[in-house]
């Protein structure tokens, strides 16, 4: 298997393990790398390949549709089964509509966030408007995705007009990291933001590529 690139790779350019011995392809975001792997890895899913997409895709929702179609289009030929594991991440269910057009499944949810958590679950909040989420991969990549992206590092006076109405941060965690807790509390406290800890785990990332290797 190839061996995973950096963060900062990840969000750029995306990842590829795919060799096209496998029979099922997973097409995903490049911040959902190390958790697909790990998943592979505990078991044993050597009949599925990944390849991942710029995980910086995500500043751009509008570009995420055309992209995922076209690597579905380039893969085709090669595998039995492709399954895009992106959520509608922004599209305003053009993704959905894409992914249905071309005859490939699509992981459900509205974003990461819900199916992280499982999207039952999720949906039970109340209070979700007001909260900001992040996973351990945004943790890491907090400047890259939020302080830098949204120009905080140069105008940090916008802070209050684009985080105004949050009243909390809320770290999801899919792994049992304390240096990544804290760091998560310092990104809150960055933000002027209450922080939560929820241990999420893989959530439904786990029982929906469970479900799909098992259709080899």
């Avoid at 750029?12 to 496998?22: D, I, L, S, V, Y």
């Avoid at 751009?60 to 893969?75: G, Q």
């Avoid at 999720?122 to 996973?135: G, R």
Wanted: proline share 3%; aromatic share 10%; with cysteine.
């Amino acid at each position: 298997m190839n061996a995973l690139p950096d963060d900062s790779t990840l969000t750029e350019t995306g990842f590829t393990a795919a060799h096209g011995r496998g029979r099922i392809l997973l097409i995903a975001c490049g911040a959902l790398a190390r958790e697909i792997l790990a998943l592979k890895r505990a078991n044993g899913w050597d009949h599925m390949d990944l390849t991942c997409l710029p995980a910086k895709l995500h500043l751009y929702p509008d570009r995420i549709t055309d992209a995922v179609a076209e690597t579905v289009d380039r893969h085709r030929a090669d595998y039995d089964t492709i399954f895009v594991v992106y959520a509608d991440c922004g599209t305003g269910g053009q993704l959905q509509a894409k992914c249905a057009e071309l005859g490939v499944e699509m992981i459900e949810g509205p974003h990461c966030y819900s199916f992280f958590e499982g999207n039952e679950a999720f949906a039970e909040h109340d209070d979700e408007i007001s909260a900001f989420y992040l996973t351990d991969f945004l943790v890491r990549q907090f400047d890259a995705f939020v302080w830098k992206a949204m120009g905080l590092d140069r105008h940090p006076e916008l802070l209050g007009m684009m985080f105004g109405n949050y009243t909390k941060l809320v770290y999801q965690a899919q792994t049992d990291d304390p240096d990544l807790v804290e760091k998560a509390r310092e990104c809150a406290g960055r933000l002027g933001l209450d922080f939560e800890y929820r241990f999420t785990g893989y959530g439904d990332l786990e029982t929906v590529l469970r479900r799909q290797s098992s259709r080899s």
